[in-house]
């Protein structure tokens, strides 16, 4: 055990006292945190989701061993009889088609309950999340959760390559489990182009009461759910595709579904919560509010270093939170969102009121950077770090994982590229676009149906080679630490995403990488992220521990380039079959394809 005041301290020398028990609970839940890697020599007892023992030294003895789990685990019943099982929150949600008008003229639009954005998911660390989704659109659908890891259940991601598509008239419900997380996230529409027409909205994950916040409780939070948008609906964007066309410039910038005149309201003097969502289909943004600082407390689920911006570059994907606090002259202020990286440069306007104004808003717009400057955008993301003190979803600080001093088990060199294809438009992975079989992948993979997947189709190399079609999978053991080099040799900005796990942003740079750019990475106190942006003509770098076991998308948050195969998968596994590791498929599992009349 650890030695800590509150811990009885054992070494090799020492016989193990006959029981123990922990009276502490928050420090009980700090040495519950502590999960290490059994393929580095380190036992790990698990009960359930629980950490009970961490002991680096070898035991003396089986009978040591054996006195010490029973104690715990004494310990453990004790402490699951004081503590009710994690809440449950039940929802059901509509798909349906409505006529909406964002830009000015009537389209088509994807309702969740006839709301765009869909209804907002404001949960609690470790909630369990009942969601039941009719489908009465006329396609196939499925919901997404972006950066929500589904701890051992990646039947719940609700990708091609987890899940078979909830039919038209059909319904189907998901259970997600928020476990061991905080934060800003979003959900949309994973099939076809739908994602195009909405079918998204914004989840708020808020910290257990008893985890401190490293902040002052906000007064309220507003989320703000930004995305480039087309008065085309997702068919006539899917039918442009799909004949080997690219997608013209989108027509306007939307913040939560309006491109002008949204309000947020305030009391002076008091701090509120921003949250920003990128949830558009291919364009970076940057946000800004007239007369205001933005403090920047969270990322990628994780408390950062408070720093203030005068505005934030949001990727493709992306979701973070600020503090603002309302010390102006009580008045309106605007607020803009601008596209970045782009000619023409699209944007959307709001207002921040406070509570007592009699003034409108009035005076320059807030300018951001250069469109172009991409320098600018890399400096912003270099300076982002993680509060390595404060807790997230655990008692125990967030720098209490040393992962710049694990030892790296596999290299991942990722090069994105665009393509021709059977004289058709495709974007592929090192040469490799990716095509969705019949069957998800995670249902073969389960019921040992072969002929869906090839874990030899990797390509590894990342030269420049003609394109072909496939279902590129990459396997790794349950813990492997893994290093994945994202190289875009392209003249756009890329966003990029990994399902199921977070990862330690740890270095950007233009040109080619190298292996001596590993000198250079923040090995102490990187941001974690699960979505990053990757400049052009540039790399950037992330380190990731796959604790998490499932099969797991890797996907372009750009959307025409994942719907045109710029995706693929990460297979984590080991030889276990225990729900310690990984649960069984639902019950309620929907089969399609091979796997059609299997038994869950």
């Known amino acids: 055990i650890f030695s800590n005041s509150h811990f009885h301290s054992i070494s090799t020398n020492q016989s193990p006292p006959q029981s123990f028990c922990f009276f502490d609970s928050a420090l009980f839940l700090s040495l519950l945190q502590f999960e290490e890697d059994y393929y580095s020599k380190k036992l790990v007892y698990q009960a359930e989701n629980f950490i009970i023992l961490r002991y680096n030294h070898k035991m003396r003895s089986r009978s040591m061993m054996l006195q010490l789990l029973v104690g715990v685990l004494a310990c453990l019943g004790a402490v699951m009889v004081v503590d009710a099982e994690d809440p449950y929150r039940y929802f059901t949600w509509v798909v349906t088609y409505g006529t909406i008008s964002p830009l000015g003229t009537p389209q088509q639009g994807i309702l969740i309950n006839g709301q765009l954005p869909g209804p907002r998911l404001d949960i609690v660390t470790n909630d369990n999340v009942i969601i039941n989704v009719i489908n009465k659109i006329d396609q196939p659908f499925l919901l997404t959760w972006n950066g929500i890891k589904n701890r051992k259940s990646s039947w719940q991601d609700g990708t091609l390559g987890t899940n078979c598509p909830i039919p038209p008239g059909r319904n189907f419900t998901y259970h997600v489990q928020v476990k061991d997380q905080i934060g800003t996230f979003m959900y949309f529409p994973s099939l076809?182009?739908?994602?195009?027409?909405?079918?998204?909205?914004?989840?708020?994950?808020?910290?257990?009461?008893?985890?401190?916040?490293?902040?002052?409780?906000?007064?309220?939070?507003?989320?703000?759910?930004?995305?480039?948008?087309?008065?085309?609906?997702?068919?006539?964007?899917?039918?442009?595709?799909?004949?080997?066309?690219?997608?013209?410039?989108?027509?306007?910038?939307?913040?939560?579904?309006?491109?002008?005149?949204?309000?947020?309201?305030?009391?002076?003097?008091?701090?509120?919560?921003?949250?920003?969502?990128?949830?558009?289909?291919?364009?970076?943004i940057n946000f800004r509010i007239q007369g205001h600082k933005m403090k920047l407390v969270e990322m990628g689920g994780s408390h950062t270093i408070q720093q203030t911006y005068d505005s934030l570059d949001v990727h493709v994907g992306q979701s973070l939170s600020v503090l603002v606090t309302l010390n102006q002259p009580a008045k309106d202020y605007f607020i803009v969102a601008s596209t970045r990286f782009t000619s023409p440069v699209l944007t959307s306007t709001g207002y921040l009121t406070y509570s007592n104004s009699r003034v409108r808003a009035s005076g320059s717009m807030p300018v951001g950077p250069s469109a172009s400057d991409v320098p600018w955008s890399m400096n912003q993301?270099?300076?982002?770090?993680?509060?390595?003190?404060?807790?997230?979803?655990?008692?125990?600080?967030?720098?209490?994982?040393?992962?710049?001093?694990?030892?790296?088990?596999?290299?991942?060199?990722?090069?994105?590229?665009?393509?021709?294809?059977?004289?058709?438009?495709?974007?592929?992975?090192?040469?490799?676009?990716?095509?969705?079989?019949?069957?998800?992948?995670?249902?073969?993979?389960?019921?040992?149906?072969?002929?869906?997947?090839?874990?030899?189709?990797?390509?590894k190399k990342t030269a420049a080679t003609p394109a072909k079609l496939g279902t590129p999978v990459v396997a790794n053991l349950l813990h492997d630490f893994v290093e994945i080099i994202f190289s875009n040799r392209e003249n756009t900005i890329q966003s990029w995403y990994l399902a199921g796990n977070d990862f330690w942003i740890v270095g950007f740079g233009p040109l080619k990488w190298t292996a001596a750019q590993r000198k250079n990475y923040n090995a102490v106190d990187a941001p974690k992220g699960y979505t990053i942006q990757v400049y052009p003509k540039s790399w950037t770098a992330i380190l990731v521990s796959l604790d998490n076991k499932g099969m797991w998308d890797l996907r372009s948050q750009i959307w025409p380039r994942r719907y045109l195969g710029q995706e693929m998968y990460v297979k984590v596994w080991n030889d276990e079959k225990s729900l310690y590791t990984e649960?069984?498929?639902?019950?309620?599992?929907?089969?399609?394809?091979?796997?059609?009349?299997?038994?869950v």
């Not at 076809?192 to 998204?200: E, L, N, P």
């Not at 665009?418 to 040469?431: C, D, T």
């Not at 649960?583 to 038994?599: D, E, I, T």
């Open 192 to 284: 076809q182009m739908h994602k195009a027409s909405g079918g998204f909205g914004g989840i708020n994950m808020y910290t257990r009461p008893k985890i401190p916040l490293p902040f002052a409780q906000p007064a309220d939070d507003f989320h703000l759910l930004i995305g480039d948008w087309y008065k085309a609906g997702h068919k006539a964007l899917q039918s442009t595709l799909d004949s080997g066309r690219k997608l013209a410039f989108p027509d306007g910038l939307l913040i939560n579904g309006v491109q002008r005149g949204i309000k947020f309201t305030g009391d002076p003097g008091k701090t509120y919560m921003i949250r920003l969502s990128n949830v558009g289909l291919s364009t970076s």
């Open 381 to 459: 993301a270099r300076s982002f770090r993680c509060n390595m003190t404060a807790s997230a979803a655990r008692p125990n600080p967030q720098g209490t994982y040393h992962y710049g001093s694990e030892k790296i088990v596999t290299t991942y060199r990722l090069s994105n590229s665009e393509a021709k294809i059977n004289g058709k438009l495709r974007y592929a992975i090192n040469g490799m676009s990716y095509v969705n079989p019949d069957t998800p992948l995670k249902l073969a993979d389960w019921f040992n149906i072969p002929g869906v997947f090839d874990l030899k189709s990797y390509n």
């Open 583 to 599: 649960y069984n498929p639902p019950k309620n599992a929907l089969l399609c394809g091979k796997a059609r009349g299997q038994h």
